[in-house]
């Protein structure tokens, strides 16, 4: 696993963790003042992420994701993810962007795939 692979599974699982551990997981692979947005929504800053992601999680108990692949090259990132469900089933997928600083995600989009 590369850093890129492995920096987008360790973001990965900051959506399904503990509330309050979810704050510090994301400060590990995320810079201070990240730039997040969705179809949905659009955040700034770790606290602001991580209270969307605490939103996402209320709405969606037991999904997780999971990263299946992550193409890089000059501090960017496309990962294409799929979001599984309570019992492991895909429930919905996408691919996420990403511009890298410090070894961080620092500007984050995600795009949700049509079923």
């Not at 959506?15 to 947005?37: K, T």
Request: net charge negative; charged share 20%.
């Amino acid at each position: 696993m590369n850093d890129s692979q492995q920096l987008w599974t360790n973001y990965a699982a900051c959506w399904s963790a503990d509330p309050d551990e979810r704050l510090a997981a994301l400060g590990a692979v995320a810079i201070e003042d990240v730039a997040y947005r969705d179809p949905g929504a659009e955040v700034s800053g770790l606290s602001e992420l991580a209270a969307y992601m605490t939103g996402f999680a209320g709405a969606f108990p037991g999904h997780r994701f999971r990263i299946d692949e992550v193409l890089d090259h000059h501090d960017r990132s496309l990962a294409r993810w799929t979001q599984l469900g309570e019992l492991g089933e895909p429930a919905m997928a996408g691919v996420s962007t990403a511009l890298h600083r410090d070894g961080r995600l620092a500007d984050i989009t995600g795009f949700f795939l049509p079923a």
